[in-house]
């Protein structure tokens, strides 16, 4: 389990809303207090399919300093947007270097192959992204943690992702125990 403290989930407009929202959700049934991070320069953030969401806080407003795992939600415009935003780009790879946990679902995962993160790394992404995970390993897997980077494959594992990131973070007996609150296991 991480012993650092902060959490932080970016968006960018044009966020998938499922990935998003279904992470946060499941972390925040786990009492991780997950900080909702708007890379737009303004709270409120529009999804893929029209729905808004105000972060918690600004990119701009917040020290990183302290962060235990970093979250991409995918969906488009919103993975390029993320990929485009520079300063986010240097604190994902401040992030790797240090050894802390990295999280991407969906097309955000092509994210890390940009930034050449994932050389020898087992990951998986949403079909079609794949020639951009450089230097990985296509996992059969719909989520896989290989070292400090997790990845999932789409909207539909969305829970399983949150899942996950509960157990690395809270241990598995707290991610089974919010797995069968949601009916999942």
């Not at 969305?158 to 007996?173: H, N, R």
């Amino acid at each position: 389990m991480l012993s650092r403290r902060d959490v932080f989930i970016f968006l960018a407009n044009g966020f998938e809303e499922t990935e998003a929202i279904a992470t946060i959700d499941v972390l925040r049934r786990g009492d991780v207090a997950v900080k909702i991070v708007s890379i737009t320069g303004e709270a409120t953030v529009t999804g893929s399919h029209g729905i808004q969401i105000v972060a918690d806080a600004l990119f701009e407003r917040l020290s990183f300093n302290d962060s235990k795992l970093l979250i991409l939600p995918g969906g488009m415009p919103g993975t390029q947007n993320l990929q485009n935003h520079e300063e986010l780009g240097e604190l994902l790879k401040k992030q790797f270097s240090s050894n802390q946990y990295l999280a991407a679902i969906c097309a955000a995962s092509k994210i890390f192959g940009h930034l050449n993160l994932l050389h020898g790394k087992e990951v998986i992404c949403y079909p079609g992204y794949e020639d951009e995970l450089t230097g990985a390993t296509l996992s059969k897997l719909n989520v896989v943690c290989d070292g400090n980077i997790i990845t999932a494959k789409g909207a539909a594992f969305a829970i399983d992702f949150g899942l996950k990131l509960l157990e690395l973070l809270k241990g598995k007996a707290v991610a089974d125990k919010v797995a069968q609150g949601m009916l999942v296991k």
